[in-house]
């Protein structure tokens, strides 16, 4: 294929724009776990309609053009929690809700609202919590291979858990 000089040019042009990446995640006060001034007791509300709420952020991301957040946990689980504690911190959560609609959905000991993960098509097992899923506001999960990332939380720094989490933002 020969190209005209005007379209060699949109190419060279285009082929110099940086890749869409994610947004820079928010650069954060705390530097170790050790310095959270709170990590909530019950992070997820064991009552809670999981399938009407995960409906209603999926209405809420279609509106505002986001996308979904889902964090499978439970408060028995010290992981969930720091993790909790680390979406709460103030930066932390203006960035989030500007880049996701959340969701906190308690799956007890892998024995509760199992049906959230499998509408997804994550039948197995959770290997872990927190299990975090990222899908489009079409329901289309974005980040099917790496759910279990931060089912260790409480051994990674608050930067790379906000690092991580801000990789899936739109």
């Known amino acids: 294929m020969i190209l ?19 947004p820079h995640a928010p650069t954060l006060a705390v ?3 050790s310095d959270l001034t709170t990590v909530p007791d019950h ?12 409906d209603a952020a999926f209405a809420k991301a279609r509106a505002e053009h ?30 989030l809700e500007a880049h996701y609609v959340l969701v906190s959905v308690d799956v007890g000991r892998f024995n509760k609202n199992l049906q959230v993960p499998a509408r997804f098509g994550i039948t197995e097992r959770l290997v872990g919590v927190p299990s975090v899923l990222v899908a489009d506001p079409d329901g289309k999960l ?15 720094t608050p930067q790379a858990i906000a690092d991580w989490l801000a990789q899936w933002a739109s």
């Open 66 to 95: 986001k996308r979904v957040m889902l964090d499978l946990g439970g408060n028995w689980c010290g992981d969930c929690r720091v993790l909790a504690g680390i979406m709460d911190l103030p930066k932390m959560r203006r960035f």
């Open 4 to 22: 005209r000089p005007r379209a060699f040019a949109l190419v060279l042009a285009l082929a110099a724009l940086p890749a869409m990446a994610a």
């Open 142 to 156: 974005v980040n099917r291979n790496d759910i279990f990332a931060l089912a260790d939380a409480r051994s990674m």
């Open 43 to 54: 992070p997820y509300d064991e009552n809670a309609n999981a399938d009407q709420a995960v």
């Open 31 to 33: 530097a170790s776990l």
